[in-house]
């Protein structure tokens, strides 16, 4: 079973930015659908970005369009969320997810994905 790490959360400043990391000690996340969520303190979690199986095509939750960037570096096993001009309402706690299904249903709801990472604090402050 692979086991998800993510890294790179922190206290940064609105406007800031941060790029958080979701890596693997066994596997190879190039073959799992390999996404991002978050969840806000009293909130549910909710979607971020995702990558299509091949690793192509992108996509964002509006909210974070045109701010956030995710990427996947296959020699490194490393999937990336570039987060430029952040804001408060940014602030969460930032899994990662995969799932290594053959096809992928309701892909930007949690329960697409069926391996999670432990979580990676992020908070913006004014």
């Known amino acids: 079973q692979v086991e998800l790490v993510e890294s790179g959360g922190g206290l940064v400043q609105t406007g800031g930015s941060l790029r958080l990391s979701c890596s693997t000690s066994e596997g190879s996340l190039a073959t799992l659908y390999m996404a991002w969520f978050r969840r806000a303190p009293g909130k549910e979690r909710e979607f971020v970005s995702r990558?299509?199986?091949?690793?192509?095509?992108?996509y964002y939750a509006d909210s974070v369009k045109g701010r956030f960037t995710i990427s996947r570096d296959t020699a490194k096993n490393i999937v990336y969320l570039q987060m430029n001009d952040l804001k408060a309402e940014d602030t969460a706690v930032y899994y990662c997810?995969?799932?290594?299904?053959?096809?992928?249903?309701?892909?930007?709801?949690?329960?697409?994905?069926?391996?999670w990472g432990q979580g990676t604090q992020v908070t913006v402050t004014a």
């Open positions: 990558l299509s199986w091949n690793g192509d095509r992108f």
């Open positions: 997810a995969a799932t290594g299904a053959a096809g992928i249903t309701a892909p930007t709801t949690p329960r697409a994905y069926d391996i």
